[in-house]
Each structure stands twice: as C-alpha cells, then as structure tokens.
C-alpha cells in the first residue's frame, strides 16, 4: 500500500492563493480514509472516493506563519524567516479500527505570506502558471510597482528592494550595481557597490536610497562638477543581469511635511508610499453623553470621551501605473508610519483613489489614517 501525488504546487508557494495537493491510495482495505496536513501546523482527513483520491487544500493553515515583514537598514542583508520552509505529510488510515500506513511527506516548499492581486489574476494566469515561473521569466523583484518607470524619492528617503534567488540552485553571489543619470542628459555605470552571497531561494533585503547608498559622496569625490538627476539599481551575478533594473528621481523639491508610510505588499513584504502633497493632522476629540434620572445626577453626563489622531495625507502626482500599483497596496491591512526611524502602526480610516482612464495624466490619492497605539491595562 502506497500514496502517490497526482498533483502539487510549485514549490514556491503564497499563503492566500489555492495550495492543493491530489493524491492517490493503493490500500485494499475499507474504510480508507487518507489524511493530510502542513508538518507541525495542522491538517485534516478525508474519506476517499471509489477511485482512492483525495484532494486538499492547505492555504488556511497556511496564514499567519510568518510575521517579519521587512527590514530599513543601510546594508543589504539576507532574511531569515522568509519564505518560510514548510512540508506537507500524508497518510493512509485504513480499516477498523484504524491501522495508520507509512507517511508521506513532500519535499520542502517556500512559503510568501502573500497573493497575486485580484486586478492582475486574469493576465498574471494567461502567461504563467505560478508564480516562481514568473519571477525566474520576468527577473521582478518582490514588488508589483511598474519597473519601467521611475520611482521619485527625497534624498534622505529609506528605499529597498527585495530580491528572491530564484535563479540558481546554489549559492551565488549577488552583485548590487549602481548607475547615475546626470542633469546634463549623461550616465555612469558605477558597477558593483556590494555583493551577497544568497543560496537557492533565499531573500535578499538591497537599500536603494539615495542617503543609504552613499551617493553624495560618490558625486563629491567622483562628479564634483556634475548634477544628479536620478539613479537606477539592478542585481547581477557575474555578468549576468538577473533582475530588471529599478530607477528612482531624486526629488529635492522643498516638501513642507513629508510622510513615509509603510504598507505590507501583496508579497507579504513591506514597501514604501511617499505622501509629498498637502497633509495635515488633527487631534480630534468626540464626548459622548447619556440621559440620566436627574435625581442624584444632572440630567446628562458624558460617560465617554474618544480621542482620535488623524492625518489626512496626499500621495502627490501619480501615473496611471502607479495608481495602480497603489490600488493594489492598499488591499493590505497592515500598514505603518516611519516616524524618527521607528515605524508607527496605523490604521487606514478613509482612501479616496481616482478613477484612471487610459492616457498620458497624472493623479493623486487622498488617504485619511490614525495611529494604533497599544493601551496598557494594569491590573492590581
């Protein structure tokens, strides 16, 4: 008696898309039930068929597994806790009581805390069945934001991108290379500014701002008579380009009250929103009151006061691409502030996004959000 897999997922897996697994018993024994489950997590059992199938589904347990969400260091790093290495095991239970079979357990698979968006399923599925499929065709990093454009950044701005090796079966180094665009219409290619040595799918955490990377001075000690306009970043292993190349413009525009939000991405990775438009923030303060008897206390009494603190923020100009791409980073919920290099967690109240047609226009998103503080109950 025996299990086979009929059907598995890659082994690159997302923790709110299908998981499912299809497998077929041997056993001649009645009844037979065949269970299932993620190793160390959790699963089920299920009575097979006349044809000794049985098909499971594991996202649910799947959820919640993993809870770093990303880094703002100065220095490339690897992740550790992402993706996550799971296994799933199966068994045969047979007769009668019940005579438990051998197990079968999988090889090991690489869990994202994440989804493809709904408003890409359609043409991401047309093109590619899974998404480690995509990632080794399209050499995108951990980021839906439209790689053929230009990300605006302040200079002292906390930038990263997330590389997953997906690329080669053992170790290889990782080479982050820098390119500068200069106001004058001129480049240089910097070549590598640092190497990573990352195994198979291991996740790599690359800063790309303007402060992280030392580019002032570069620019003093190399360009002193230059201007920069812009930089672009890509990822090489030798000479090979193994990741698309990511370009950002140096914005240093005087903002009156910059805000950097931290929203988790459909990868389950944090990403960065700049709010560089009109922001503002109120303390708001709403009693709330109660009719009494008016014997013993006045007719009305305030039994509750909320006290909120909103901001309202302005992203400021956005292509249609990027509204886009904001659209589908605002489904997350959890989201934060970087406030004095600490991130502050808050909750989102109102979004106002506009409504893109297609042409070459600019838009902005109006978000509305409080800050989530964490009470602290003593008790005696």
């Not at 480049?187 to 990352?198: F, K, L």
């Not at 709010?275 to 009494?292: D, F, L, M, R, Y």
């Not at 904001?326 to 004095?340: F, G, N, V």
Request: glycine share 6%.
């Amino acid at each position: 008696m025996a299990l086979s897999l009929l059907k598995q997922p890659a082994e690159l897996i997302m923790a709110y898309q299908p998981v499912v697994f299809s497998l077929q018993s041997s056993a001649t024994g009645t009844p037979l039930r065949i269970a299932g489950g993620v190793y160390g997590i959790g699963g089920d059992s299920m009575q097979a068929g006349v044809s000794k199938k049985a098909n499971f589904e594991f996202s649910d347990y799947l959820q919640g597994l993993i809870t770093e969400r990303g880094k703002t260091a100065a220095t490339p790093m690897l992740y550790d806790e992402v993706p996550k290495i799971v296994t799933f095991i199966f068994q045969e239970q047979v007769g009668d009581p019940i005579v438990a079979m051998p197990e079968l357990e999988t090889d090991l698979y690489f869990l994202l805390d994440g989804c493809i968006p709904k408003s890409r399923r359609k043409a991401f599925y047309a093109l590619y069945n899974h998404l480690l499929a995509f990632l080794k065709s399209s050499k995108s990093c951990l980021s839906w934001w439209p790689d053929n454009e230009s990300k605006k950044v302040l200079p002292y701005q906390k930038e990263f991108i997330n590389f997953l090796q997906v690329h080669n079966e053992f170790a290889i180094p990782l080479k982050q290379n820098l390119s500068l665009s200069f106001s004058d219409g001129t480049s240089v290619d910097c070549g590598a500014i640092c190497t990573v040595n990352a195994a198979y799918m291991k996740l790599v955490y690359f800063p790309t701002g303007y402060t992280q990377l030392g580019i002032s001075l570069i620019m003093a000690q190399a360009y002193p008579d230059k201007s920069i306009a812009g930089y672009s970043i890509c990822i090489k292993t030798g000479s090979s380009l193994i990741s698309k190349i990511y370009s950002y413009t140096l914005d240093t525009s005087w903002h009156q009250n910059p805000r950097y939000l931290y929203i988790k991405n459909p990868f389950g990775l944090l990403e960065v929103l700049l709010c560089i438009g009109i922001s503002q923030q109120e303390n708001a303060i709403k009693p709330e009151s109660v009719a009494t008897d008016g014997q013993s206390l006045p007719d009305k009494i305030t039994w509750k006061t909320v006290k909120s603190d909103v901001v309202k923020v302005n992203t400021g100009f956005l292509t249609a691409a990027q509204m886009q791409w904001l659209s589908d980073l605002l489904d997350s919920t959890e989201a934060y502030e970087l406030i004095h290099d600490n991130l502050h967690p808050i909750v989102f109240r109102d979004i106002t996004l506009p409504v893109v047609h297609d042409g070459e226009f600019q838009y902005s998103a109006d978000l509305e959000y409080e800050y989530a503080y964490n009470e602290v109950i003593e008790q005696g």
